[in-house]
């Protein structure tokens, strides 16, 4: 009723409390009440109650009056009370949800404090927890009344309390003020529990141990929330020692168990645990315990808290106060971003830590332990780089302590063996990549510190001083061949046996999972591979409970999932295979067992298939202990311990793993029970994860006694086959990968097995289709282990299914497209390569039985279709054939010769039908019954006569065919006497052949002879006339106009060889001339005929070679030289330059040959590419073919227009073969012929008014290089003084607007030519480059370069830089410092003589030298044109000057730079990098005094003051103050490099060819700083690296990421783990500073300053617009511009 019932609230109560009242004594005086009417009674007044519970619900704010209170308790409570002390309660009572009621509303809290009339110490609540918080009471009313307790707690703390006006009960006892104390200030709920605290702890301490001591996964390590939030509340005020010590030790291990990972229960027990421990007397004794929470909790709260016990820990006990602090503070966070730690407070952790480990004595476990433990916390659970790694060394420094302290035994068990291999064994398994790699790192850094125990001697094998062969360096690196490479050293190390079992599971198994799980590694087969072999290799030194679990493992994996099912088959096999126990001894009892024992596989139920793989591996070692234990009773008795445990181990296999295995095989799936049109839409995953099952059987059941495994493998390959029939695609291609593992398994000599059971159960419709297929799949992977005749007892079986498939109905199926289209197995036919296969493996005596099928089908069809089958068929025999290695040559020429001639005794059908004819009925029996029904009447009239010799031509083929491929695979021998005694007898067979009718025939007949005219055989001399007279005439015959086609053609090729061969080989017999004149028509036409230029040209080359001449030899050839340019095939130019070369060396031409060698000069102008590069081809086939004498006559003749064409030719190919026939002309000649040559390229490079005629001689001088080398050197004197006029800045001046395209190209190429040239010079003569004698030119080359390095042309800009590297590797940087470091110190009078003579370029001005270069190379690195050659050129040149630098300018680093607000590095002058300063003109840059030289060095005059101009490649010649002018430096380099890779990332995020060329560049630095000097510098270098690392875009690049770090990494080792982590962090807080700054500056801007605001906003959106649009017009097939490499090349 709601509102409308609040007036009548005080009657209501009144009638029911009335109620209640009397009927609570009808039933004190129930003996005076009718038995029948009592139910009535209970029934009204539990009705009663049930309304009161209601109203005091829904009327909560009602003000009760002190007298209707007391009528409460006197009618109701207190009687009801009084009653239920006496009884046994199962339920919760109307009084007991009453009290409940009242607990969880803090207004009726007084209430329970009322205290009875006669007892004014006692109250309700003490009532009611003796009254049912008894051990006979049922589990729901303690339920009930904990839940009382936990609201009075609850309750009591909420915040809505002071808001709460409690009741004015009469008689209450916390309102008379009793309680006294510090629990006077508690609330009333709190207060009234406080004296039942001892009862309610011995509840809860039961009710741990109860849980603790229940069985079950489900039930196990479970705590109420309620009782925890309880006990965390009331453990406040407990105040007994020994109890408070009992639960603390109770509820600590509850924590490190996986069940509990609710942060709200870790929180609540935790601070129940610090609640207690202030009164344990002894709170050290569970500090082992409370150190372990620190590896196993994760959350953020849960983990405070935990720091709080320490506290609490520390309070009772100062000794630890210290460490307590470090705990703290490595788990403290950041006030400002709550997400992230607070790097400083924990850094400075770290290094107390390493500080109070340097002044140990000894080993402190109190102090190390909980250090190790939240050390292994951050390696296994924070992603930060600096904390991971502060974290490792700390734990390494440990180690390292324990070893230099030489601690003792108890100490190396409760740190190494009872904390870090276990934290160590849990990252190992670890799916997280880091921190995998990190365990691995402080794995191998305890076997390094514990190499001498024993325990740790297995694992020192597998560690080396070489990096590259150290097992913990290669199997986590990046590179997978080093991983393959620590997995076969593992493999090595297994075999030996050296390293202990229990290692191989705790340690090796989780790194090679690691390699098996990871998803990126799982794609690289090669190592998957390797990592299965390491797996068998560590099963074959496991005991026997290892190996079983292990092997369980695996196989149970098999129906997990469906993902890496082909390598979980390999690793089972591998551990099948490793199986090292001897069964042996239980043979003869195998043969002696009845076959119901032997019979294994039917037994099943064993334990559910629910449970996961690791823990049915746990219970069956706990059931192998059990086995074991008997072992030792039997032994005991005087059992032989061998047998025992050979047997032990059979009845594992044979009672446990091969009835699991068996029942996971044969199990029902639902398609089973779907119809049979709906299976193929069933769920097929359980099918093909049982499938492998098999597989597994079968290896398992190989590894017992023989007769086990007869009589079980019939019902696996059964199941197997019976797979097979399934519908589904998956399932029959898994069952026929798995049948095909399992003949591999087996060996061939079980194959007529399967195939038997095959034939079975493959029986109609599709079925037989898979069958025909399958058996393919069976004979391919038996091809390696068979030998010959290892088929023959199934051969007939073999030939039905093959026939059947090819000339049956199956044939006629694969022509339907609605089976073809839905049947893989019946798209294609695989019994022809089934045949090959068989014929491989057949032996001599199974020849007949291979071929008389085919002959019966061939006498029994007249279809052309099947004798076309049949050849193919026979071909493929033949294939298979020659790889029989079982068939003898003697034994395939007999039986060819047996086919040619028709002799080979075959059986035909009809000849058995003859032999086998019935007899006549004897008339004198009894007629058959008239009920039978008459046979069908045929086809009246006569049949057509078939001849049975129709198809026996292709008999003859077939035996051709064979003899053909004897002599073709090698395996007749014309040096053999008996094989040519053999082959004599076919020269009379072949030449009838020849005559014959079919074209197939005279074909083969045809190949044969092109073999037999290559043998001296008898009868060939005597017929060879004849038999050449019958090639001719069948040229005369096919080899007309549109005769050869189709089959005649094979014919006229043939015929073609065979006279090829006839006129090459055969020396005793010459053609005439007029067949040498029809041999060339047929040549001259076939040349035009691309179907038969190969035959055309082979023929050619053997007249030739015979030098066969005749008039119209010349007018072929000059067609053959014609075609060489004209024609548009590749093949044909080379075929006819090889042909027209033989023709020139070998004939004598006379005054023919200039005619013929001007004809290839003048086609060097040809209009087609093809046509100039054949020529070329055959210019430089000339010259390194024809003689030095002959070629000297003719080198000037060619050396001219060669030369012409390196410059005048537009196709970059002809130029390069240009140059390669140029070098062979001058590496050909001899010294005066090449001096003569080189007068003529010195006229050429003096023409000044010609720039083609010096870019031309420029790079003739360069080729001239590459040939002479080191003699080059004597031509400097000649080619030094012209190079520096062509390559002098002073020659470039600014020209108009008309003439610059055309003409700056041609300076830019004749420029880049010079360069070029003086690249190779010093390349090849690098002794020049220090020498005395040209030390004054090169001074001026040097400057005139250095003034190139900034050239627009990005060519020039590499030539540059390549010859100030050749500059560089000629001078070490220790000779640069000590030689500026003794000018300083050298006296005036020794300084004036050096003076006098030329100083070199590098130690004129050395420091100014070091400031120019290295802006000019910074400035090439940031051009938008920059390549990988010019990149990794620059690099390397900044790394040369870097070391001088470094050396030069040591104490630079703390003076000249200083740190901005935006954590950037500045310097004083920062014009360099203004952008008001760089211009892209084409503007060339000029000295400003003219052009000046300086007599002493050589250097260009008025360059030392405007260095800065010429870094910016600005045109203003105003020369910067000196003041201002930055001092060259480390930090300005890197600050400079820094600056360059940041723009790039912000820029052009998808390039990366700056970063990485910055990155490059720093690494090599840091190498070179070493540890002692990188400290100053390391902020420098880690800030652009560390930007790539965190790099998590879509556009970052996998590659740079991975350079980065691997540079990252090599910082860490030069630096050392404390000075990284410190300027790491320090790194990461400046980064996320700047970009919440920047945050903070936006969203003030956007209040601020709306408009400029909303300008970039749709600024920004604009350019989204643009660049979608931008990938559109990209993405469209339109046809795009044509972009010359000559526009590229020019930066603009």
């Known amino acids: 009723m709601g509102n409308l019932l609040q007036g009548y609230v005080p009657k209501v109560f009144r009638l029911l409390v009335a109620m209640v009242t009397s009927h609570t004594r009808i039933l004190d005086s129930r003996h005076l009440v009718k038995k029948n009417l009592l139910q009535l009674v209970k029934k009204v007044r539990t009705l009663a109650m049930r309304r009161l519970l209601e109203l005091f619900q829904q009327h909560d704010h009602y003000s009760f009056s002190q007298d209707e209170i007391e009528a409460l308790f006197v009618g109701v409570v207190w009687p009801q009370l009084g009653q239920q002390r006496s009884e046994v309660i199962y339920q919760p009572t109307p009084l007991l949800r009453l009290v409940h009621l009242w607990s969880k509303n803090l207004r009726y809290h007084p209430l329970l404090s009322k205290s009875q009339p006669d007892q004014p110490d006692r109250n309700l609540i003490d009532d009611i927890i003796t009254t049912f918080f008894t051990p006979t009471s049922a589990p729901p009313v303690v339920a009930m009344v904990m839940e009382v307790i936990g609201h009075l707690l609850l309750e009591s703390e909420s915040e809505d309390a002071a808001d709460v006006e409690p009741l004015e009960v009469p008689g209450c006892t916390i309102l008379q003020g009793e309680t006294l104390g510090k629990d006077s200030e508690a609330p009333i709920g709190t207060q009234l529990l406080l004296p039942h605290v001892a009862a309610i702890l011995g509840h809860l301490r039961s009710a741990v141990q109860s849980i603790g001591k229940a069985g079950g996964r489900q039930t196990r390590s479970k705590l109420p929330m309620s009782e925890l939030n309880i006990l965390s509340r009331i453990s406040a005020y407990v105040e007994d020692p020994q109890q408070s010590a009992v639960l603390v030790g109770m509820l600590l291990p509850y924590l490190r168990r996986p069940a509990i990972t609710d942060h709200n229960a870790q929180v609540d027990i935790l601070v129940t645990v610090g609640n207690l421990v202030r009164q344990v007397p002894d709170p050290k004794a569970c500090w082992e315990q409370l150190a372990a929470m620190l590896s196993s909790l994760e959350g953020r709260e849960p983990r405070g808290e935990l720091c709080k016990v320490f506290a609490a820990v520390a309070e009772k006990d100062p000794s630890v106060k210290e460490i307590a602090t470090v705990i703290h503070d490595l788990n403290t966070w950041d006030r400002k971003r709550v997400e992230e730690p607070d790097y400083d407070t924990r850094l400075s952790a770290f290094k107390s830590v390493n500080q109070a480990m340097r002044d140990w004595v000894a080993l402190d476990t109190t102090f190390a332990l909980p250090v190790i433990h939240n050390c292994f916390h951050i390696v296994l659970r924070i992603e930060d780089f600096s904390l991971r790694s502060n974290a490792s060394y700390c734990v390494t420094q440990v180690l390292q302590k324990m070893e230099d302290a030489s601690s003792s035994q108890e100490e190396y068990k409760k740190v190494v063996q009872g904390t870090i291999l276990p934290l160590v064994r849990k990252g190992l398994w670890s799916r997280n990549e880091s921190v995998h790699q990190e365990s691995v790192s402080l794995l191998a850094a305890v076997v390094r510190t514990f190499s001498s125990r024993q325990y740790f001697q297995g694992l020192a094998q597998l560690m080396d001083e070489d990096v590259e062969k150290d097992f913990y360096q290669n199997i986590t690196h990046i590179q997978h061949h080093r991983r393959s490479r620590a997995l076969r050293r593992l493999i090595n190390v297994c075999q030996t046996g050296g390293i202990n079992p229990s290692i191989l599971q705790s340690f090796i198994l989780p790194i090679t999972s690691f390699i098996l799980n990871d998803p990126q590694l799982v794609k690289v087969d090669f190592l998957q591979h390797e990592v299965v072999q390491a797996v068998g290799a560590m099963a074959a030194c496991l005991p026997w409970r290892g190996y079983l679990s292990l092997l369980l493992y695996y196989l149970n994996r098999l129906t997990q999932n469906l993902e890496g099912q082909k390598t979980n088959i390999k690793l089972i096999v591998a551990v099948l295979n490793a199986f090292h126990f001897d069964l042996s001894v239980l043979s003869a009892k195998a043969e002696d067992t009845p076959q119901e024992e032997e019979d294994i596989l039917p037994k099943e139920e064993e334990k559910p298939e629910e449970e996961e793989a690791e823990e049915e591996a746990d219970e069956t070692v706990e059931e192998e202990d059990e086995e074991e234990e008997e072992d030792v009773v039997v032994m005991e008795t005087g059992v032989d311990k061998e047998k025992a445990e050979a047997e032990m181990i059979f009845e594992t296999l044979t009672n446990m793993v091969l009835p699991k295995l068996h029942k996971g095989l044969t199990q029902k799936v639902k398609s089973e029970e779907a119809h049979k049109k709906a299976r193929l839409h069933a769920d097929s995953e359980e099918e093909l994860l049982r499938v492998p099952i098999a597989l597994a059987t079968v290896k398992l059941l190989q590894k017992l006694p023989g007769k086990v495994l007869r009589n079980n493998l019939q019902g696996v390959l059964l199941k197997v086959c019976s797979l097979l029939k399934s519908r589904s695609e998956d399932i029959r291609e898994t069952s026929r990968s798995t049948l095909v593992k399992i003949l591999e398994s087996l060996g061939p000599t079980f194959f007529p097995q399967i195939l038997r059971d095959l034939r079975h159960c493959l029986t109609k419709g599709y079925q037989v289709h898979v069958l025909t297929y399958t058996t ?38 694969k022509e339907v497209e609605g089976i073809t289209s839905k049947l893989k197995e019946a798209k294609s036919s695989k019994s022809s390569d089934s045949y090959e296969t068989l014929a491989k493996f057949v032996s001599k005596t199974s020849l007949a039985r291979l071929v008389l099928p085919l002959k019966e089908v061939l006498d029994s069809t007249q279809k052309l279709k099947t004798s076309r089958k049949v050849q193919d068929v026979m071909a493929k025999i033949v294939s298979g054939l020659m790889k029989n290695a079982g068939l003898t040559p003697d034994s395939m020429l007999i039986f060819s010769h047996g086919l040619v001639t028709e002799s080979l005794p075959l059986i035909t059908a009809q000849v058995k039908a003859k032999l086998s004819a019935a007899p006549p009925p004897d008339p004198r029996l009894r007629p058959d019954s008239c009920l039978i029904l008459p046979p069908t009447p045929q086809r009246p009239g006569t049949k057509t006569h078939v001849s049975i010799k129709t198809n026996k031509h292709i008999l003859v083929e077939f035996g051709l065919q064979l003899l053909h491929h004897c002599m073709k695979r090698g395996h007749l021998s014309a040096s053999e006497v008996l094989h040519l005694q053999m082959l004599d007898p076919f020269v009379a067979q072949l030449y009838d052949c020849l005559r014959s009718k079919h074209v197939k025939i005279v074909t083969m007949a045809m190949r044969c002879l092109t073999w037999f005219l290559r043998s001296p055989l008898p009868s060939l001399k005597e017929k060879v006339g004849k038999v050449a007279a019958e090639m001719f005439l069948i040229l005369k015959k096919y080899g007309g106009a549109g005769g050869s086609k189709g089959e005649n053609f094979d014919l006229v090729v043939t015929c073609f060889k065979a006279l090829t061969v006839l006129i090459r080989d055969v020396k005793y017999y010459s053609i005439d001339n007029d067949q040498l004149r029809v041999l060339l028509q047929y040549a001259e036409q076939d040349i035009l005929d691309y179907t038969r230029q190969a035959t055309a040209f082979t023929l050619l080359k053997a007249i030739l070679s015979r030098k066969l001449v005749v008039p119209e030899m010349h007018d072929v050839m000059g067609r053959i030289a014609e075609l060489s340019i004209k024609s548009e095939l590749d093949n044909v130019r080379v075929q006819c330059r090889q042909v027209f070369g033989k023709f020139l060396i070998d004939y004598p031409l006379g005054k023919k040959l ?48 060669l030369a012409s064409r390196l410059i005048n030719d537009n196709s970059a190919k002809c130029r390069k073969l240009t140059a390669l026939a140029v070098k062979s002309l001058l590496d050909k000649v001899g010294i005066p012929t090449r001096d003569n040559l080189f007068t003529i390229t010195a006229q050429w490079l003096q023409d000044d008014n010609k720039v083609l005629h010096q870019r031309l001689a420029a790079q003739l001088c360069s080729l001239f290089v590459e040939v002479e080398k080191l003699q080059f050197e004597r031509r400097l004197p000649e080619v030094l003084p012209q190079m520096l006029e062509v390559i002098d800045p002073d020659r470039y001046e600014t020209t108009s607007a008309d003439e610059m395209t055309k003409q700056l190209r041609q300076e830019d190429h004749l420029l880049y030519s010079a360069l070029s040239c003086l690249v190779k010079v010093l390349q090849e003569c690098p002794i020049v480059i220090r020498g005395v004698e040209h030390r004054k030119d090169l001074n001026t080359v040097w400057a005139s370069v250095q003034q190139h390095l900034l050239h627009p042309h990005a060519w020039v800009r590499l030539a540059s830089a390549q010859l100030f590297g050749c500059l560089f590797a000629a001078w070490k940087p220790e000779e640069l410092v000590a030689m500026e470091t003794d000018e300083d110190r050298t006296p005036k009078k020794k300084r004036k003589l050096e003076e006098e003579s030329v100083v070199e370029y590098l130690r004129d001005n050395t420091m100014q030298k070091l400031r120019d270069l290295s802006a000019d190379f910074c400035t090439q690195l940031q051009s938008s044109y920059l390549d990988h050659d010019l990149a990794n050129q620059v690099i390397k040149n900044l790394v040369f000057l ?85 001092t060259v430096s480390l930090m300005w380099l890197f600050r400079r490099m820094n600056r360059l890779a940041k723009f790039e990332a912000a820029t052009a995020p998808k390039e ?141």
């Open 776 to 813: 393919h799949a069976l004979m391919k992977s038996m091809e390696e282990r068979l030998e010959p005749g290892g088929l023959d007892r199934c051969l007939d079986s073999l030939v039905e299914v093959f026939n059947e498939e090819l000339f049956g109905k199956l044939s006629e199926e």
């Open 1154 to 1201: 200039h005619r013929h060698l001007e004809f290839y000069v003048r086609q060097l102008n040809y209009n087609v590419e093809a046509g100039r590069e054949s020529a070329l081809e055959m210019i430089a086939t000339v010259c390194s073919s024809f003689p030095q004498t002959l070629l000297e006559e003719y080198a000037a003749f060619f050396f001219v227009p």
């Open 1442 to 1526: 870097a070391k001088v630098i470094r050396q030069v300018t040591p104490d630079t680093a703390q003076t000249d730079d200083v740190t901005d607000q935006s954590g950037d590095v500045t310097t004083q002058t920062d014009d360099v990098d203004d952008p008001s300063l760089k211009t892209d003109s084409r503007k060339r840059t000029k000295s400003v005094s003219g052009g000046r030289k300086d007599k002493r060095t050589g250097n260009v005059a008025g360059n030392t003051g405007n260095d800065d101009v010429r870094a910016t490649g600005s045109d203003e010649s105003t020369a910067i103050d000196d003041s201002k002018r930055v």
């Open 1552 to 1692: 990366t060819i700056k970063r990485s060329s910055v990155i490059k560049l720093l690494a090599a630095v840091a190498m070179d700083l070493g540890a002692a000097g990188i400290g100053p510098y390391l902020t420098f270098l880690m800030t652009p690296v560390l930007r790539e690392v965190n790099n998590v875009t879509p556009q970052a690049d996998p590659e740079l990421k991975k350079l980065s770090q691997d540079v990252l990494d090599l910082l860490k080792t030069q630096a050392g783990v404390q000075l990284f982590s410190q300027v790491y962090a320090q790194v990461q807080h400046t980064g996320v500073a700047r970009k919440e700054a920047r945050k903070r500056r936006q969203a003030v801007e956007a209040v601020a300053d709306p408009k400029a605001h909303a300008k970039k906003k749709i600024a920004k959106n604009l350019a989204k617009q643009r660049a979608k649009k931008r990938k559109i017009e990209e993405k469209r097939p339109t046809k795009k511009k044509k972009i010359r490499l000559a526009d590229l090349a020019i930066l603009q």
